[in-house]
C-alpha cells in the first residue's frame, strides 16, 4: 500500500502561481504512472497531467504552457507547478498514482485550489 498526501493548495488571485506537492508514503520506482487530476464544484473529476516512469508526459490542453509536473523518485514527490492560473482552474485537486505489477491504483485526499477573478 502507498499513501499520498497532496499539500500546496491554497486561494490565489487570477494569474497567479501555486506548486502542488505530492509525497509518497514510500519508494515510487515501482509506481509507473503518477498524476494529477481536478475536480470541480458539481463537475466530474478530471485528469490534469501525468508522468509515466519513463519521463513521459502528458497535459490536458486547457493547461498546456502554463502547468507542470514533475517527479522526484529520490524523494518519492511529485509536483505540479501552476501558474498563469485562471478561475477555471479552480477545484479539489488529488494526486493519483497507478502500479502495474499487480495493477493497484492509489489516490490522495485532494487539496483545494481557488483562484479568485
Known amino acids: 500500500q502507498v499513501q499520498l498526501v497532496e499539500s500546496g493548495g491554497g486561494l490565489v488571485q487570477d494569474g497567479g502561481s501555486l506548486r502542488l506537492s505530492c509525497a509518497a508514503s514510500?519508494?515510487?520506482?515501482?509506481?509507473?504512472?503518477m498524476g494529477w487530476y481536478r475536480q470541480a464544484p458539481g463537475k466530474q473529476r478530471e485528469s490534469v497531467a501525468f508522468?509515466?516512469?519513463?519521463?513521459?508526459?502528458v497535459y490536458r490542453d486547457s493547461v498546456k504552457g502554463r502547468f507542470t509536473i514533475s517527479r522526484d523518485t529520490a524523494k518519492n514527490t511529485v509536483y505540479l507547478q501552476m501558474n498563469s492560473l485562471k478561475a477555471e482552474d479552480t477545484g479539489v485537486y488529488y494526486c493519483?498514482?497507478?502500479?502495474?505489477?499487480?495493477?493497484?491504483?492509489?489516490w490522495g485526499q485532494g487539496t483545494q485550489v481557488t483562484v479568485s477573478s
Open positions: 508522468i509515466t516512469y519513463s519521463g513521459i508526459i
Open positions: 493519483n498514482g497507478v502500479q502495474t505489477s499487480p495493477y493497484r491504483e492509489y
Open positions: 514510500r519508494n515510487i520506482v515501482s509506481i509507473r504512472t
